[in-house]
């Protein structure tokens, strides 16, 4: 199963106790799984092939409301509705429920909002395989639903954007630590403390991989420095301006010459007395301009 999926599994073990959270989840179930709405007869028709969420639905409607929902029969679905699994009808011992759903003050307690968020993603929220990259997303059919998922979300300090996908609008997080707070909100205990575990790791790795890329462009640096460092003394070895070089510049040519893959902290160590790396590196770029000099000098 993907990580997205275990996620799933472990918030569909979660049915809230108390009936303003009930409430809460219903709203956001019915808001995205609506496939079509009919205003004449105050009917809903929910669209849904999975049938925990199918179960989850009729268990909130029970809890909350004390009834038994009923699955919509072929004939009873109007026309365009064609997979449409679920109805709610206003009936006498239904008076109240889609007027409850539809009022934005259920979203106001923080318990609520925690409740909406997790039906929310279990609607149609996805989480991508954390080892790959961190992406969660919830995906609604219209721009208000949208809206209302992202103010629940930015309402816990989450940096949620929308962004419109064809006919759809996509609600999203990018950051792994905005999604590990967002589990946490949702109730996804389990599932966080394998995200986090999979966040350490992949900063370890990219750590050492920083680190490791760092060093090997050390390396190169100094085995390019040092080639062109010892491709300059070779020339001015052959010509009568070496022997008049200062002593520590000729001592420090010869070191070179010694020791070609050593490092310029390496070389001080060979001088006496010792120098440091900037000592040695000044030393050295003093030969460079020399050796330039008299180069430029045998074009003229």
Avoid: W
Avoid at 40 to 55: C, G, H, I, Y
Avoid at 60 to 66: C, P, R
């Amino acid at each position: 199963m993907s990580f997205s999926g275990d996620v799933k599994k472990e918030l569909h073990a979660l049915i809230p106790d108390a009936r303003h959270c009930q409430i809460a989840e219903l709203r956001a179930l019915t808001g995205l799984l609506r496939c079509r709405e009919e205003e004449a007869d105050d009917r809903v028709f929910l669209k849904t092939e999975s049938e925990a969420l199918q179960n989850r639905v009729f268990t909130l409607v029970q809890k909350a409301f004390n009834i038994k929902l009923a699955v919509a029969g072929d004939a009873d679905r109007p026309q365009g509705t064609a997979g449409c699994l679920l109805e709610i009808r206003k009936e006498d011992k239904q008076k109240g429920i889609l007027q409850a759903l539809r009022h934005r003050m259920v979203l106001g307690p923080e318990c609520c909002r925690r409740a909406y968020l997790r039906a929310a993603f279990l609607a149609s929220g996805s989480i991508s395989a954390p080892e790959k990259y961190y992406h969660l997303e919830v995906v609604a059919q219209d721009a208000d639903t949208a809206e209302e998922v992202q103010s629940v979300m930015k309402s816990f300090a989450l940096d949620a954007k929308t962004v419109r996908r064809k006919h759809t609008y996509v609600v999203y997080l990018k950051e792994g630590e905005q999604i590990v707070r967002a589990l946490g909100e949702m109730g996804a205990g389990v599932s966080l403390l394998k995200l986090e575990s999979i966040r350490v790791t992949r900063e370890v790795k990219g750590n050492i991989n920083r680190k490791v890329n760092c060093e090997t462009a050390n390396i190169r640096k100094t085995i390019v420095s040092s080639h062109r460092q010892i491709e300059d003394i070779a020339f001015l070895k052959g010509r009568k301006e070496f022997s008049e070089l200062p002593a520590q510049l000729r001592e420090m040519a010869e070191i070179r010459l010694q020791y070609p893959d050593d490092s310029l902290a390496e070389l001080g160590g060979h001088l006496n007395p010792r120098i440091g790396k900037s000592g040695v590196n000044h030393r050295l770029r003093k030969i460079s301009e020399i050796v330039a000099n008299l180069r430029e000098k045998d074009t003229v």
